[in-house]
T-cell receptor, first 112, second 115 residues
Framework: ELKVEQNPLFLSMQEGKNYTIYCNYSTTSDRLYWYRQDPGKSLESLFVLLSNGAVKQEGRLMASLDTKARLSTLHITAAVHDLSATYFCAVVDISGTDKLIFGTGTRLQVFP | DTGVSQDPRHKITKRGQNVTFRCDPISEHNRLYWYRQTLGQGPEFLTYFQNEAQLEKSRLLSDRFSAERPKGSFSTLEIQRTEQGDSAMYLC?????????????FGPGTRLTVT
């Protein structure tokens, strides 16, 4: 059974600082997604990572995937308040219907 | 494409009542998923449709839950005899037939509160 672990669960960081969120998963998969969720809202797609070594960047966020280590990272550079949200990684369960298995989420709070 | 839509956006019901939610996927997306998200948790898979066929159901989907996708277009999720533990955000997602560029597009969700 595919399991996805994310850490940290909660991250409070000062504006301008850098930090990394980690996402580990337990069985083989060929796709991983990062989503952002604001309070009371649905999921906003940030990145789709399709292959080993994939790296994608958008603004202050950069995501990478190591399928051999079953690890993805979401790196935040020079954080700003607007990045405050909950971030989820989701791994595709390729054993059947390609459903997504989500991590527990990382609640990011950026303060001045 | 206008995106995935869900109706209603919010539903407050009393324990024991039945509720039904609707999801309209992006047109021509043949795959449709339902997820449930409780407060402070990540979304959890409930069920999956490929066209009109329901191909997978999570063990989270008790016999009080039923989902349909007639004609492979919109889908409905019904909860009978609601319980307070059913309070959650119910998310619908659709994806296209092309698995190579596969991505699930999420709707705005239906927030259910059972009092």
């Amino acid at each position: 059974e595919l399991k996805v672990e994310q850490n940290p669960l909660f991250l409070s960081m000062q504006e301008g600082k850098n930090y990394t969120i980690y996402c580990n998963y337990s069985t083989t998969s060929d796709r991983l997604y990062w989503y952002r969720q604001d309070p009371g809202k649905s999921l906003e797609s940030l990145f789709v990572l399709l292959s080993n070594g994939a790296v994608k960047q958008e603004g202050r966020l950069m995501a990478s995937l190591d399928t051999k280590a079953r690890l993805s990272t979401l790196h935040i550079t020079a954080a700003v308040h607007d990045l405050s949200a909950t971030y989820f990684c989701a791994v595709v369960d390729i054993s059947g219907t390609d459903k997504l298995i989500f991590g527990t989420g990382t609640r990011l709070q950026v303060f001045p | 494409d206008t995106g995935v839509s869900q109706d209603p956006r919010h539903k407050i019901t009393k324990r024991g009542q039945n509720v039904t939610f609707r999801c309209d996927p992006i047109s021509e997306h043949n795959r449709l998923y339902w997820y449930r998200q409780t407060l402070g948790q990540g979304p959890e898979f409930l069920t999956y449709f490929q066209n009109e066929a329901q191909l997978e159901k999570s063990r989270l989907l008790s016999d009080r839950f039923s989902a349909e996708r007639p004609k492979g277009s919109f889908s409905t999720l019904e909860i009978q005899r609601t319980e307070q533990g059913d309070s959650a955000m119910y998310l619908c997602a659709s994806s296209p037939r092309d698995r190579i560029t596969y991505e699930q597009y999420f709707g705005p969700g239906t927030r259910l509160t059972v009092t």
